[in-house]
């Protein structure tokens, strides 16, 4: 991998964490928030449909594709960049790998399989969907930092690269 191509690819996965960032960001500004002041059982419907139907979308298909991309961004690193801009994609990969799939991993998705396993009528659920909208949406904060910020040094690793 050439110099120019690395500037390329940093600019190029800065720009992708950047927008799944902002799908994040619109989850936590308004889509929850809508849900949450919905009736309980029309806000967990919606959001157990959303949550089957983020399976088949070119966003998750994104959130996933990059941490391999990153990978190989990191390995291309130590290969071909300078010292400005290798650390930068270190501190990207990590921030992204940890932040956004691991919150996902380990706290979205837990909390989406449990409330789609509830039936959205019973005092149980009902109860469940006001937690699930507060830590939800929390974890959900930490995945929208997350991406901005590896979106941050990718961008600023392909300025050092370029």
Do not use: K
Not at 55 to 66: D, E, G, N, P, T
Not at 124 to 151: E, F, K, M, P
Request: aromatic content about 10%; proline content about 3%.
């Amino acid at each position: 991998m050439t110099l120019d191509l690395f500037a390329y690819a940093c600019l190029a996965i800065g720009l992708s964490s950047a927008l799944v960032g902002g799908v994040f960001q619109a989850f936590s500004d308004f889509v929850m928030a809508g849900l949450v002041r919905a009736a309980p059982s029309g806000g967990m419907d919606s959001m157990q449909q959303i949550n089957r139907t983020v399976f088949r979308s070119v966003f998750l298909a994104m959130l996933l594709a990059l941490v391999p991309v990153m990978l190989a961004a990191s390995v291309a690193a130590w290969q071909v960049a300078d010292a400005a801009a290798r650390p930068l994609v270190l501190t990207g990969t990590a921030i992204y790998i940890v932040t956004v799939l691991g919150v996902t991993l380990f706290g979205n998705v837990p909390m989406n399989e449990r409330l789609d396993r509830l039936p959205r009528d019973g005092s149980d659920a009902q109860a469940y969907w006001h937690t699930y909208g507060i830590v939800w949406t929390r974890w959900n904060h930490v995945r929208t930092l997350g991406s901005v910020a590896a979106a941050i040094c990718f961008l600023l690793a392909a300025l050092a690269a370029a």
